[in-house]
Structure formats: C-alpha cells, structure tokens
C-alpha cells in the first residue's frame, strides 16, 4: 500500500508539472474552483467466491447486484485554453455498494448488503476537442471511511425455525461477516466525458475502473476467502464554478 501511494503522488506531481513547466509555459490560464454533486452505480467484482467458495456446495445460486449510492466533492481546475487543455484536482466523497443475493433449492434467501464510503482524491488529465467539451483521464485513491458497513438479512427463521436444524440468527451472522470482511483504501482510475457552459455549470459522466483490491478477508472459521475484489462504477455529476479573482496567486 504504502508503495501505491507513493506512485499516486508522482503520478499527480508529473501532471502538475506538466502543467506549469513544459506545453503551459506560455499564454494565459484561466483558475476556477466549485463544487459537484451527483449519482453514482458501483459494483464490487468476485463477492460470491469470497463467501461460498467455487466447489464447496451445489443447488444454490449466489448473484451480485450493483447499487445506486451518491458523490460530491470540491474541484479546482488549470485551464490553458490556448493548449486546449486542463489538469483538475479533485476532492470527493462517494458511497458505493453491492447487494450479495443468495438462494437454495431449500428454500433459504437471504441478502448481504456492502455499502461503504470513501473519501476520494484524485487528478484528471482534461482535453477539449471544442469549446466547453470535454474527455478526461486521471488516477484516484479512495479511503475507506466504514469499512464494516455490512447488513445481512435472511429468512432462516422461518425456513428452520420449526425444525431440528441448527441455524445461526441473522443478527449473528452480520456480526460475523463485519469482523471477517473489511474495506480497504484502494486505487482506481477514471475515464471522464462532459460539457462546461458559459454560465459555470457543468454536467459530466464518469467510469471508474478498479485497479487494485477493495475487500480485505480476515482469518475466520467460515471458509470466507481472500479474493481480488475490484470497484467498478459509473457516475453522473452536475457541477458550479466560480472564477479566481487574482490568478496572481496560483
């Protein structure tokens, strides 16, 4: 980890550098700063395999869905509009989350929710083919601010409940599943696409593509196990800019 975040420090200081010693060494810049807000879908990659793994058990079927959560953050953006060309710097809060389906040909159902939040920084490479468009590409990081926010329900009461069979309340398992599994900071990069106005607002799409692992499995006695859990998401983001009155201080 720790040699991550050394690359992402590099990765984000060579934009900054570019910026102000080589293609941006002349013309004028124009500074904005604002705020977004928006929607965002995001899924976690190979769930299933960490909580029943590949082999174990048949007559079951266990599926991901992906979930709707929110994003907002503060923006400050260099743009040399002679080059046609901006770097961003991003602070963002996002929450993200993926329902576990589960269920058996003996009639057990239950749903195990992962919605974790994250405090995002980050940087975006922005490109304008014409005025006001946009693409833009640039690497993040995501600390994780719950990282046992986990909600499990099943309806093994009423499955059970009148029978011999031992089974262990939903209650217990939540707790289980929080000290087993943990988020973890993790590093994504996002691919960028939108419109500024004249008027400062500005609308936006984004995907974010996973790069490294976002779930940590604990040692545990329940057959849980380690995986590559990647975040994938997609977001919409609506966004105000105000104008630095003194570029002198950039």
Known sequence: MVNFIKKMKKIILLLLLISSKTIFAQGDREITYGLFVGAIHSTMSNLPDVIVPKGVFKGYTLDTKG??????????????????????????????????????????????????????????????????????????????????????????????????????????????????????????????????????????ARYNLGLTDGLTTEENGHRYKENANKINSISLVIGYSFNFDDLGNF
Do not use: C
């Open 67 to 204: 979930k709707f959560g929110t994003t907002a953050g503060f923006k400050i953006n260099w743009k040399y509009p002679y080059a046609k060309v901006s770097v961003q710097t991003e602070v963002l809060y996002s929450n993200q989350g993926t329902d576990l389906n589960y269920k058996d040909n003996k009639g057990l159902i239950y749903k195990t929710n992962f919605g974790y939040s994250y405090l995002n920084f980050g940087a975006q490479f922005k490109f304008y083919p014409f005025e006001g468009f946009y693409i833009g590409l640039g690497p993040y990081v995501g600390f994780s601010l719950n990282s046992d926010n986990i909600h499990y329900s099943s309806n093994s009461a009423v499955v059970f409940g009148n029978s011999e069979a031992n089974f262990e309340p939903d209650a217990t398992v939540e707790k289980v599943l929080k000290e087993s599994l943990t988020a973890k900071n993790f590093f994504y990069g996002t691919f960028a696409t939108g419109y500024e106005f004249s008027n400062n607002l500005s609308i936006g």
